[in-house]
């Protein structure tokens, strides 16, 4: 257990639909960072938050959007849903909003299948 | 913007020595990491280097020369374990600091 808690494990939905992913960071980290890994493909930065504030973005589609709250959790939305849109999705946090030295925690990530 | 290169697949044999390359473009170069991820599993963070020079933690090794934009991984005394995608990341600025991904090489291990 990394400490990084995602959910859910598993989501199955349809096209035309939203879902929510969930990230509780490791405690006493404050930043929050979310990635997509497609199949067999690298892991692509869609965003990062800091203690509740946006510090960067990636290349993170339009319909997809994300927000840290108070206690630190984070949610990401996604919402017309396509079927390229189905990968796994991993949010990572660190302590700081560097993350350099001691790299970044990664949860076991959400499988997202669009139908 | 940010980008990375590293070999897609790498074979090595259980007991020997494998290294696996990394060059990087970005922009305020902050550091080079190296990330672990066996199939169906969370990355797991493996090294860091933000100046030029070796950095040993037990079989693993990263290397870093910021002239040349390059870095490897050295792995030792390979085991099947050891058989994972690695994966390479810059930390740049560019619209704000991000570390970005190299696609990955996948090891293989063979006894």
């Known amino acids: 257990d990394s400490g990084v808690t995602q959910t859910p494990k598993h989501l199955i939905t349809a096209t035309g639909q939203r879902v929510t992913l969930r990230c509780s960071p490791r405690?006493?980290?404050?930043?929050v960072y979310w990635y997509q890994q497609s199949l067999d493909q690298g892991l692509q930065f869609l965003i990062q938050y800091y203690n509740g504030e946006e510090r960067a973005k990636g290349n993170i589609l339009e319909r997809f959007s994300a927000q840290q709250f108070p206690d630190l959790h984070s949610e990401l939305n996604l919402s017309s849903l396509e079927l390229g849109d189905s990968a796994l999705y991993f949010c990572?946090?660190?302590?700081?909003?560097?993350?350099?030295?001691?790299?970044?925690?990664f949860g076991s990530g959400t499988r997202l299948t669009v139908v | 913007g940010q980008s990375l290169e590293q070999p897609s697949e790498v074979t090595a044999v259980e007991g020997a020595i494998v290294q696996i390359n990394c060059t990087y473009q970005t922009s305020g170069f902050y550091g080079l990491s190296w990330y672990q991820q066996h199939d169906g599993g969370a990355p797991t963070f493996l090294s860091y280097?933000?100046?030029?020079g070796l950095e040993e933690t037990g079989r693993f090794s990263s290397f870093l020369s910021r002239s040349d934009s390059y870095g490897y991984l050295l792995l030792q005394e390979l085991q099947m374990k050891d058989s994972a995608s690695y994966f390479c990341?810059?930390?740049?600025?560019?619209?704000?600091?991000?570390?970005?991904f190299g696609a990955g090489t996948r090891l293989f291990v063979k006894a």
């Open positions: 280097n933000a100046l030029d």
């Open positions: 990572a946090s660190s302590v700081d909003d560097r993350g350099a030295s001691h790299g970044y925690t």
């Open positions: 405690s006493g980290d404050l930043s």
């Open positions: 990341a810059v930390r740049g600025h560019t619209g704000g600091f991000k570390t970005i």
